[in-house]
């Protein structure tokens, strides 16, 4: 099994900046790659960014090109995502996840 633990979610201003860690432990052996995703209330858990382990090829919503990056450290077995320019229709509940695997979720609040 691979667990999975988020931090760095939190409340800030429309146009401020987080980060979110997402750090990995556990059979992370077989780890491809890692992904964000976002659930805000009442709507479906969307796709945010992914970057393969090894490579480090990423990709990302067409919602969120350009304002968030995502990165990771090996050796910590820890992915990141930078989220700059923050708007409120970036509130959500943000989820890592690999494989079947997912954390249990950060709050990410945006205040106009």
């Known amino acids: 099994q691979v667990q999975l633990v988020e931090s760095g979610g939190g409340l800030v201003q429309a146009g401020g900046s987080l980060r979110l860690s997402c750090a990995a432990s556990?059979?992370?052996?077989?780890?491809?790659?890692m992904a964000w995703f976002r659930q805000a209330p009442g709507k479906e858990r969307e796709f945010v960014a992914s970057i393969t382990w090894s490579g480090g090829s990423t990709s990302y919503a067409d919602s969120v090109k350009g304002r968030f990056t995502i990165s990771r450290d090996n050796a910590k077995m820890t992915v990141y995502l930078q989220m700059n320019s923050l708007k409120p229709e970036d509130t959500a509940v943000y989820y890592c996840k690999t494989r079947s695997y997912w954390g249990q979720g950060t709050q990410v609040t945006v205040s106009s």
């Open positions: 556990g059979r992370t052996n077989n780890i491809y790659a």
